[in-house]
T-cell receptor, first 113, second 116 residues
């Protein structure tokens, strides 16, 4: 019940296209859903996050869509750029143990020039 | 120095060795974490310290021993490791008590550990 399932495992997108990464969860105690971006040789860095009381959050080219009834959320990268090539992790934290980040398995994104 | 700094960046150790990983955060945070990143399980929480007290030990074997002497420093002491412990060990920090501060973890670059 602690799992966060992420897909796809890898994704190739042409420059200017839209990258979409999906995550699903079961634990209804989760109340915060961040996305992390990791470049090779670096630690993950917080990209954008959402709470379940909103259905969408946008920051620049990055948008999180959240479907509470389906227990699914997704990251959309608009106008994808080669510099966006990285591994993306979705995550969730339960309200009562808010220090505990539960990560998805990661998606390796490659944006071709 | 800014952010979260981990040393060493790479470590090769034998199964009978004892070594330590060091993490230092310069963000004024009061919570620190150890994560393990491997191909099989991408990001596993190992330990959490808040205000220098351990609040989480995520069923980690005793051959891994954390130490948090103050809110800026975190160590992971390693002894009699197994080859399957080879992984990237990531340290992170966050600020408890400020909005979603708990949940916004700042990661270091990690220590790539190889056990031979």
């Amino acid at each position: 019940q602690q799992q966060v399932k992420q897909s796809p495992q890898s994704l190739i997108v042409q420059k200017g296209g839209i990258s979409i990464i999906n995550c699903a969860y079961e634990n209804t105690a989760f109340d915060y859903f961040p996305w992390y971006q990791q470049f090779p040789g670096k630690g993950p860095a917080l990209l954008i996050a959402i709470r379940p009381d909103v259905s969408e959050k946008k920051e620049g080219r990055f948008t999180i869509s959240f479907n509470k009834s389906a227990k699914q959320f997704s990251l959309h990268i608009m106008d994808s750029q080669p510099g966006d090539s990285a591994t993306y992790f979705c995550a969730a934290t339960p309200g009562e143990e808010s220090y505990k980040l539960i990560f998805g398995s990661g998606t390796r994104l490659l944006v071709r020039p | 120095e800014t952010g979260v700094t981990q040393t060493p960046r790479h470590l090769v150790m034998g199964m009978t060795n004892k070594k330590s990983l060091k993490c230092e955060q310069h963000l004024g945070h009061n919570a620190m974490y150890w994560y393990k990143q491997s191909a099989k399980k991408p990001l596993e929480l190992m330990f959490v310290y808040s205000l220098e007290e351990r609040v989480e030990n995520n069923s980690v074997p005793s051959r891994f021993s954390p130490e948090c002497p103050n809110s800026s420093h975190l160590f992971l002491h390693l002894h009699t490791l197994q080859p399957e412990d080879s992984a990237l060990y990531l340290c992170a920090s966050s600020q408890d008590g400020v909005g979603d501060g708990w949940r916004e973890a700042f990661f270091g670059q990690g220590t790539r550990l190889t056990v031979v």
